[in-house]
T-cell receptor, first 113, second 115 residues
Framework: AQSVTQPDIHITVSEGASLELRCNYS??????LFWYVQSPGQGLQLLLK??????LVQGIKGFEAEFKRSQSSFNLRKPSVHWSDAAEYFC???????????FGAGTRLAVHP | GAGVSQSPSNKVTEKGKDVELRCDPI?????LYWYRQSLGQGLEFLIY????????KSGLPSDRFSAERTGGSVSTLTIQRTQQEDSAVYLC?????????????FGAGSRLTVL
């Protein structure tokens, strides 16, 4: 069955530091991959997506992610974190067989000043 | 509308009561999804609609949960005889169609608290 694993439940970084959030997926075919962000009390906002082509995708708010088929990973990165990036981040894979997005458990990011 | 609209934003109810949660998707979006987010948990898929039909109801936790969509637009998620474990944020999302190369746009959610 398709699944998404986000190994880190909580991450704390200092403002200005670099960030990498890990995501591993299990999916037989070429996946459609997404990263969403959820700020407190808000719905989910799409950061970026990978459908095909260039494996390094750029998103909003200075985020990027790299699809690595050999590692079944789609890690999210940002070179310099801002205090406003504190939120929960969800990785997701689209399950074509079931026509639904399958989400990881999320990584909660805290940013220290 | 410009975005996915959900109502109510907050609902407090007593155990055993029925509740209805409403989702108004983006105009023209044929696919509509319901997810549940319990405290400290990820997003649990409940059901999706393509048009008015729901091909996959496998995610509904029990027969107390039901959903309908009329006119290919508004959807209602109904929980009968609510239990405390139903307390969660219920998120609705819509997309142009129910295929992989489409982005789901989410509403702000309906927070349900069952006392």
């Amino acid at each position: 069955a398709q699944s998404v694993t986000q190994p880190d439940i909580h991450i704390t970084v200092s403002e200005g530091a670099s960030l990498e959030l890990r995501c591993n997926y299990s999916y037989g075919a070429t996946p459609y991959l997404f990263w969403y962000v959820q700020s407190p009390g808000q719905g989910l906002q799409l950061l970026l997506k990978y459908f095909s082509g260039d494996t390094l995708v750029q998103g909003i708010k200075g985020f990027e992610a790299e699809f690595k088929r050999s590692q079944s990973s789609f890690n999210l990165r940002k070179p310099s974190v801002h205090w406003s990036d504190a939120a929960e981040y969800f990785c997701a894979v689209f399950s074509g067989g079931y026509n639904k997005l399958i989400f990881g458990a999320g990584t909660r990011l805290a940013v220290h000043p | 509308g410009a975005g996915v609209s959900q109502s109510p934003s907050n609902k407090v109810t007593e155990k055993g009561k029925d509740v209805e949660l409403r989702c108004d998707p983006i105009s023209g979006h044929t696919a509509l999804y319901w997810y549940r987010q319990s405290l400290g948990q990820g997003l649990e898929f409940l059901i999706y609609f393509q048009g008015n039909s729901a091909p996959d109801k496998s995610g509904l936790p029990s027969d107390r949960f039901s959903a309908e969509r009329t006119g290919g637009s508004v959807s209602t998620l109904t929980i009968q005889r609510t239990q405390q474990e139903d307390s969660a944020v219920y998120l609705c999302a819509s997309s142009v169609e129910a295929l992989g190369a489409n982005v789901l746009t989410f509403g702000a959610g309906s927070r349900l608290t069952v006392l």
